[in-house]
């Protein structure tokens, strides 16, 4: 989705405004531009295409300022074309916008300005804003005035940064709803603006987040946070501990490969800290659970999107194993408009790496008025959905920067996994030795996700030997049912291979047809309580003609036997064992794609963080 980076301080704002749109590069976009106050007035560049067609219209004709926001635009109204890029400027070209998010009465909006005689030139729906911030400012009103009257007509949830050469002190951003978030970051004589953390990171880790309804007047020397009311609001600066070296690619060719490779680490920075290994306990204090809570809690509903569903899924299986508690998992998109089921008894745990997918804080806001407790868990620090819950556990990863997410998904396995230990404690469905047990079992995952990172080489044979072809099966059973659709959905994402990931038990009540030796299975089959009826699956699809690749715990000879080849992972605790079954899964999409030459990191049309629903 649309990136934001602005910049006011005592250095050229151009380069720091294209560096900070390359680091949010990932986020998807199909068009790039940037405005900058030179000499007194606004001067814009802007293409349809990627970063570097900006770079080479600065490069043309260079555009030097103190002052400057740019945008990634990730097309909604209109097509992506230099005159729909973003920043958009006012008519008297006096004022100039970026913004995240969708107009939804723009319609009407164009119909009232233009029957004052303004004239359109784009077909975004974001120009209205920068108009009606016109109409304000040619009102005699300042720009934070002109910017709050124009902004109280918009429906729909917005980030917005506006600049107006009438007043080139000053950057206004403001964050209405769940569009995505609006960070202000604090340098030293010198203040930052973003949608997203890794834009600025390598400038300062001091940020300030905005919440709905708020608006951030951003000076060289400080920033003011107001209300959209118009009333001086107390805000808070996080320290942010993210390096922004993690932001880089260094030695990968891409960031997934880099990010798949840091799940030891990950894995090892989610446990530390949270697991007392001497009294077998685990500590998540952020989400302020107490016994009493605890007992009280009937019913879980995980909702989430995309990766982070199938993660909940996982936990569905985790939690209700441990504690016995009933969980149901729902897609947040499905959540949010199915009236569901919820009162004050129950929990609503939210996943999202992102902490601002629409989708996912709207189900959470759903949940919020049902008075259900509201916890998540989040990847990203200070994201919306970890300021709104109740309790929260934040995710070890550092940012994930390849669209296609991976550590991010281990990650909330791990979180699941403790989580639903601390429950069981808690309400004790869980006894003592069990409890020590599946403690001790944590001690084991960083190692194993090692072994299974070591064995790349034999994963990129059988990566080679998938490169062509055009479907792919996945089945899975029990806790590995979601590894199959995660696994589906890597390949799908960054190869454009069609993948299905299917219940192993249901492959004979259709998919069973679709099986040739065109159309590859992949067997999830390692050592859980689900392996026999997994191993007679194998044997379903090799009658049938189908060429298996099966995923087997390491040392299993019956397995290889029966398949054409085997990903191997290390024998796991079975509860633990999607942590590893989908690290070669993750491998085997990411060599594919990069076999296929394709762009690994910014697959065609997808986003990183969907911020529109
Ligand atoms: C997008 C991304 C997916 C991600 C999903 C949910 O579709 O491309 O990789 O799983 O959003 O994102 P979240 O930030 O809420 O985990």
Redesign the pocket.
């Known amino acids: 989705m649309c990136g934001i980076v602005g910049y006011v301080g005592p250095r050229d704002a151009t380069p720091i405004i294209l560096s900070g749109l390359k680091r949010l590069e990932y986020r998807?976009y199909d068009s790039a531009g940037l405005a900058v106050l030179e000499n007194g007035h606004i001067e814009l560049r802007r293409d349809a295409g990627k970063l570097e067609r900006l770079a080479t219209l600065v490069e043309q004709s260079p555009l030097h300022g103190h002052v400057g926001i740019g945008h990634t635009r990730w097309a909604t109204h209109g097509e992506p074309s230099a005159r729909n890029a973003h920043p958009h400027l006012g008519g008297t070209g006096e004022v100039v916008l970026v913004h995240n998010g969708i107009v939804e009465n723009f319609l009407e909006l164009r119909e009232e300005l233009n029957a004052e005689g303004v004239e359109f030139r784009s077909d975004t729906d974001t120009e209205v804003i920068v108009q009606l911030v016109d109409r304000y400012l040619s009102m005699e009103m300042g720009l934070v005035e002109a910017s709050r009257r124009a902004l109280s007509h918009i429906k729909g949830a917005h980030g917005v940064v506006i600049l107006s050469s009438r007043e080139p002190d000053k950057i206004v951003a403001a964050r209405i709803g769940n569009a995505g978030g609006v960070v202000v970051g604090v340098g030293e004589g010198e203040m930052f603006v973003a949608s997203d953390m890794p834009a600025i990171l390598e400038h300062t880790r001091k940020m300030v987040f905005l919440e709905s309804q708020q608006m951030a007047v951003v000076r060289r020397t400080g920033v003011e946070v107001q209300s959209l009311a118009g009333e001086q609001l107390d805000y808070e600066i996080h320290n942010v501990a993210w390096d922004p070296v993690s932001a880089e690619k260094g030695e990968y060719r891409h960031f997934m490969e880099k990010e798949i490779h840091e799940q030891v680490r990950s894995l090892t920075d989610t446990i530390a800290g949270r697991v007392d290994f001497d009294e077998g306990r685990i500590r998540l204090p952020q989400l302020n659970l107490t016994p009493e809570l605890a007992q009280r809690i009937r019913k879980i509903f995980i909702t989430?999107?995309?990766?982070?569903?199938?993660a909940g899924m996982v936990g569905k299986v985790l939690i209700e194993s441990i504690t016995r508690i009933p969980v149901e998992v729902d897609i947040?998109s499905e959540f949010r408009y199915r009236d569901p089921i919820v009162d004050e008894d129950m929990l609503v745990l939210?996943?999202?790496?992102?902490?601002?997918?629409a989708?996912?804080l709207a189900a959470m806001d759903l949940a919020r008025r049902k008075g259900a407790l509201l916890w998540s868990i989040?990847?990203?620090i200070g994201s919306q959905?970890m300021r709104i819950s109740d309790g929260y556990i934040s995710m070890q990863t550092g940012p994930e920067i390849g669209?296609?997410?991976t550590k991010?998904?281990t990650a909330p396995l791990v979180d699941l996994y403790m989580l639903a230990v601390l429950l069981g404690d808690m309400r004790g469905t869980l006894e003592a030795a069990e409890r020590r047990r599946l403690v001790a079992d944590l001690r084991l995952v960083p190692d194993l996700v090692g072994r299974c990172l070591d064995r790349e080489a034999e994963v990129e044979v059988v990566a080679a030997s998938m490169k062509e072809v055009s479907h792919c099966l996945y089945l899975g059973r029990g806790i590995n049912m979601p590894t199959a659709y995660e696994g589906a959905?890597k390949l799908k994402?960054i190869s454009y291979i069609h993948a299905e990931g299917y219940p192993a038990g249901e492959m004979k009540h259709g998919p069973i047809a679709l099986i040739d030796q065109d159309m590859p299975v992949v067997v999830i089959a390692p050592r859980d309580p689900w392996y026999e009826k997994m191993f007679s699956q194998i044997e379903q699809a090799k009658a049938r003609g189908g060429k298996v690749i099966a995923l087997a715990s390491e040392g299993d000879q019956l397995i290889a036997g029966v398949s054409d080849q085997v990903l191997w992972v290390p024998e796991t605790p079975w509860r633990l064992s999607p942590v590893t079954t989908v690290i070669p899964l993750q491998m085997l999409a990411y060599h594919i794609a990069a076999l296929r030459g394709l762009d690994v990191d910014q697959?065609r049309n997808?986003?990183?963080?969907?911020t529109v629903e």
């Open positions: 998807g989430a999107c995309g990766t982070a569903g199938h947040a939210a996943i999202s790496q992102s902490g601002e997918t989708d996912t989040v990847n990203v959905a669209v296609a997410s991010a998904y959905l994402e697959p997808l986003a990183k963080s969907v």
